[in-house]
């Protein structure tokens, strides 16, 4: 299975992409051996359409271009479930045995995702109730992609 995580918005040079790059680097070195095909990332530039609707369906558009053909959609939403590391890990493990070929993450932009992508994901997750910047979003779900390969693994990063 290929992991694939879809961004509005672009990270800077800084400690954030370096971090970022950090532990997609690591998921590489441990999610090979696990069966995953590896992890992509694209990033897509924030519209700058007039109103947040226009925007929000810009967006959708250019998210939709980027999804695979035989996928599990992955929505980043505040109001979203709040999953611990190991269940995460668990559902991943799922999807993996059973055959699917691509996991999608999708972090939207400011205004949200559009309620179509948000009816077409498997599961919507939020990391706390507080708002995140999607920058910050982008490195959690980062850690916790590469978390959930340890824990599949039985390496110890994970110690819960």
Not at 79 to 87: A, L, M
Not at 133 to 144: F, G, I, T
Request: charged share 30%.
């Amino acid at each position: 299975m290929r992991l694939v995580v879809i961004c509005i918005g672009r990270l800077k040079q800084g400690p954030e992409r370096e971090l970022a790059e950090r532990y997609r680097a690591r998921f590489d070195d441990i999610g090979r051996k696990l069966g995953f095909r590896g992890l992509d990332i694209h990033e897509i530039a924030e519209s700058r359409a007039r109103d947040a609707a226009a925007r929000i369906a810009e967006e959708a558009h250019a998210i939709s271009a980027l999804i695979p053909k035989e996928y599990v959609l992955v929505a980043l939403d505040e109001r979203g479930k709040s999953v611990d590391s190991t269940s995460f890990a668990q559902q991943l493990g799922r999807w993996r045995d059973e055959g699917v070929a691509n996991t999608v993450f999708v972090i939207g932009g400011a205004d949200g995702l559009s309620p179509e992508l948000q009816r077409t994901a498997k599961l919507r997750i939020a990391f706390g109730s507080a708002t995140w910047p999607h920058q910050m979003v982008r490195v959690m779900l980062l850690e916790q992609i590469y978390r959930a390969a340890t824990i599949l693994a039985g390496h110890p990063y994970h110690r819960a």
